[in-house]
């Protein structure tokens, strides 16, 4: 019993002891040397997770999209991003789609080799795996119908494999 409760608290102390906002600092300092900034974000450093709520997002001094909702939930055996309502700038409306409803990316220690990502939104539904090691993303994606009239010129990208069951998309990086 003791060491049940030993092995309970050293996951609290771990979990809550990361610096999730010391983590969450770094990668916007990354984003920056790629002219990404997250700005207008109101941070929320809870013990097991860490939430962002109304970023937006600018690309080279533009705002391209508002997101209402990122949720981290670092644990150690699954670590999950959940992000939620993103709303694209009208500027993008042709090239992607204005509404992504939820994006959620999974890395957990039973399949240590992927990350697995979904996301739906008025595009329809997407569901893949990045490889950690092949730096490989294929993402299988149900189009929507009433995104299929805008899809043709995506579809148009050598990248993308027309299905039985509808999209694959492979990139290598």
Do not use: W
Not at 10 to 17: D, K, N, R, S
Not at 57 to 64: C, T
Not at 79 to 93: F, G, S, Y
């Amino acid at each position: 019993m003791k060491i049940l409760i030993g092995s309970i608290l050293f996951f609290i102390l771990l979990v809550g002891g990361l610096p999730k906002k010391n983590i969450y600092y770094f990668i916007e300092h990354k984003l920056i040397d790629k002219n990404i900034q997250l700005v207008n974000e109101k941070i929320d450093d809870k013990l097991f997770s860490f939430s962002l709520s109304s970023m937006d997002i600018l690309y080279n001094q533009i705002n391209v999209a508002k997101v209402e909702n990122i949720l981290i939930s670092p644990y150690l055996f699954s670590n999950t991003i959940e992000i939620k309502k993103i709303h694209i700038n009208e500027i993008l409306k042709n090239t992607m789609p204005s509404k992504i409803e939820n994006i959620k990316i999974v890395y957990s220690l039973l399949n240590p080799l992927n990350v697995e990502l979904s996301a739906s939104g008025d595009f329809g539904i997407i569901e893949g795996t990045i490889g950690i090691f092949t730096r490989l993303l294929i993402a299988k994606i149900q189009i929507s119908n009433s995104f299929k009239t805008r899809f043709s010129v995506l579809s148009q990208n050598k990248n993308i494999i027309k299905t039985k069951k509808g999209y694959v998309y492979e990139y290598q990086f």
